[in-house]
């Protein structure tokens, strides 16, 4: 079973450039999770979804970051435009529906880079 | 506030025991899971607790006692593969519905020969 893919592994931009990030979920997993670690500091929710609904955006930082999961599959995450905080690495992770056991797996991470 | 302390490092030497304490306090709290992560890659689940009290997985196993808001990750005979940083996250909850995780800091483990 292939695991939780994000692309690209790396990206370079100017402040004030736009970037997506991409996601591809588990096959079937209906909960994606977008979260991001800034340099030094711990692992943040940014924003869960339920196929195509998002669940809770509570964790977005603000309105320069946008998520989308159109047909409740892979999701893109965009910063426009980016800021040199934005600075870190994004994770995106999966799960099915939750049950009594309860796991999110993870993607490898973008380490986004806002020169 | 919401927050999880976990020790930054600790030190160990293969084939010794190493226990990973968590302390949190959270607005919500349906359990308390622990990662692994090797050089910033992806975090790799390795235990959940839902309810008080251990649980084994092979060489690892977690502790859970929500009274004292407290939790640990003891990781037996100890490989130089083991050295990684370790998380705790709580899963916390917003409406009713999934499921957050909230992570600690996360602590790094080194293991020595």
């Known amino acids: 079973e292939a695991g939780v893919t994000q692309f690209p592994s790396h990206s370079v931009i100017e402040k004030g450039q736009t970037v997506t990030l991409r996601c591809d979920p588990i096959s079937g997993h209906d909960n994606l999770y977008w979260y991001r670690r800034v340099m030094g500091k711990e692992i943040k929710f940014l924003l869960h979804?339920?196929?195509?609904?998002?669940?809770?955006e509570s964790g977005m930082p603000n309105n320069r970051f946008l998520a989308e999961r159109t047909g409740g599959t892979y999701s893109t995450l965009k910063v426009q435009p980016a800021e040199l905080e934005d600075s870190g690495v994004y994770f995106c992770?999966?799960?099915?529906?939750?049950?009594?056991?309860?796991?999110?797996?993870f993607g490898p991470g973008t380490r986004l880079t806002v020169l | 506030g919401q927050s999880l302390e976990q020790p930054s490092e600790v030190t160990a030497v293969e084939g010794a025991i190493v226990q990973i304490n968590c302390t949190y306090q959270t607005s919500g709290f349906y359990g308390l899971s622990w990662y692994q992560q090797h050089d910033g890659g992806a975090p790799t689940f390795l235990s959940y607790n839902a309810l008080d009290g251990l649980e084994e997985t092979g060489r690892f196993s977690s502790f859970l006692s929500r009274s004292d808001s407290y939790g640990y990750l003891l990781l037996q005979e100890l490989q130089m593969k083991d050295s990684a940083s370790y998380f705790c996250?709580?899963?916390?909850?917003?409406?009713?519905?999934?499921?957050?995780?909230?992570f600690g800091t996360g602590t790094l483990l080194a293991v020595q020969p």
């Open positions: 992770a999966s799960s099915p529906e939750s049950g009594l056991r309860y796991t999110q797996y």
């Open positions: 996250a709580v899963r916390d909850h917003y409406g009713g519905a999934t499921n957050k995780l909230i």
């Open positions: 979804f339920v196929k195509e609904s998002k669940q809770d």
